[in-house]
């Protein structure tokens, strides 16, 4: 298992560092706040991206892409979370393109992976159904009609839903809402008749959207995979995402811990700089030993997504580990770096505010603190049991 970077993945981590810093800075973001931009991204700045290759790097290189894995996406990921970068690659590529890849046939990989893989169309996982994630609770219904389906609900929370060219909706065919077993994948495109879709505002004014399904009817040619058998390439994607997520978790608040630093030595009172108060020191330095052991925590999850010897359950441990870490520690680091800044902390004229509101919503995206504790903790009883 590697827990440290490669050369190449060195130079992916250079390259998206100095490409963010140039044309992602966070004033970029806050202008993207201010505007209101309904899809949360400038879309130029993604196609510049594409053309990076930061959309090709997990898949393999039959599909067009560059074979690099999680371990290449995870230096992305950590220099979007220091820019505040708004982009949809966790989104279209991570979650939508790898659903397609797993479980998409020849035929719907090429109308839809190739055209994603080079960033001319975008894809959005229409999952959730309920405030928290909880991704075996799918109720929304999947009725055969015909040699089609028939799907009725509602999904919530869709990353990036607003603008999509095509939603991946997770439906139950069969079973009770809580069963993996009988949730599909179905594909369908943004224009297909009885799907509408509503802005869901969030305080880190990404975008985030509401889809409702009144009578959408779709063939069979919109199913991915086995009728029933989406989970397992379900829970894949979606640990491909959290890592990601924890990758950007890491990435922000390693920035906001080093802006911190760089106050607590500038900033005097009493003729003094308030970095040698002893109490701040103590908490500085906590905060040190949080942030390397949430890294080593997230190179382990990104190594084991590309390890095929891993089975699922020791797999979804390390990932869960990464995502409650890494989101712990932001959140501990956010709080931090705003009572350290004093009274200016809470100010909007400071970025700091901006880091904590994304921090806020990409540490409950995917599964929040308390969804991964509890998703350990049932993985590792299940391999006792086994």
């Known amino acids: 298992m590697n827990l440290v970077y ?3 993945q060195r130079l992916l981590a250079d390259s998206a560092r100095d490409f963010l810093a140039a044309r992602s800075p966070v004033v970029a973001q ?3 706040r ?13 196609r510049e991206a594409v053309a990076l290759g930061w959309s090709a790097i997990p898949f393999p290189e039959q599909l067009g892409g560059l074979d690099f894995g999680c371990m290449g996406l995870g230096p992305v990921f950590e220099s979007i979370g220091r820019n505040l970068a708004a982009t949809p690659l966790l989104s279209s590529v991570v979650l939508g393109g790898s659903l397609l890849h797993l479980a998409g046939n020849a035929a719907q990989q090429a109308r839809w992976l190739a055209p994603v893989i080079a960033g001319d169309l975008r894809l959005a996982l229409a999952l959730d159904e309920q405030a ?3 991704p075996q609770s799918t109720a929304l219904q999947a009725r055969a009609d ?3 389906y028939c799907l009725n609900g509602d999904k919530y929370w869709v990353l990036d839903g607003l603008g999509a060219d095509a939603y991946l909706v997770a439906a139950r065919v069969a079973g009770l809402a809580g069963d993996p077993q009988g949730i599909s994948l179905f594909l369908l495109p943004a224009d297909t008749p009885g799907l509408s879709v509503s802005a869901l505002p969030l305080i880190d004014a990404r975008n985030c959207a509401r889809l409702q399904l009144q009578q959408v009817r779709v063939g069979a040619e919109a199913l991915l995979g086995q009728a029933g058998e989406g989970w397992a390439s379900l829970d ?3 640990d491909r995402g959290r890592a990601c997520l924890a990758a950007e978790l890491l990435g922000a608040a390693g920035h906001l811990f080093e802006t911190t630093l760089d106050y607590l030595k500038t900033r005097v009172q009493f003729d003094t700089p308030i970095g040698s108060f002893q109490a701040l020191q103590h908490r500085a330095a906590q905060l040190y030993v949080d942030l390397a052991l949430s890294r080593s925590a997230v190179m382990a999850a990104l190594s084991a997504l590309d390890d095929d010897t891993l089975d699922a359950a020791a797999r979804g441990r390390l990932v869960s580990l990464a995502k409650w870490k890494a989101g712990d520690t932001a959140i501990k680091v956010a709080n931090e770096a705003v009572q350290m800044h004093g009274g200016i902390g ?8 901006l880091y904590l509101k994304r921090v806020r919503v990409a540490q409950a ?9 509890q998703r350990y903790g049932a993985l590792a009883q299940g391999e006792q049991h086994d």
């Open 346 to 353: 809470v100010t909007d004229e400071l970025d700091v505010g």
């Open 236 to 238: 894949l994607a979606l």
């Open 365 to 373: 995206s995917l599964g929040d603190r308390d969804f991964h504790c």
């Open 30 to 32: 806050r202008r993207l």
């Open 6 to 8: 490669s050369d190449e």
């Open 132 to 134: 928290r994630h909880a």
């Open 34 to 46: 201010d505007e209101g931009s309904a899809s949360g991204f400038d879309p130029q700045l993604w």
């Open 146 to 148: 015909g040699d089609g």
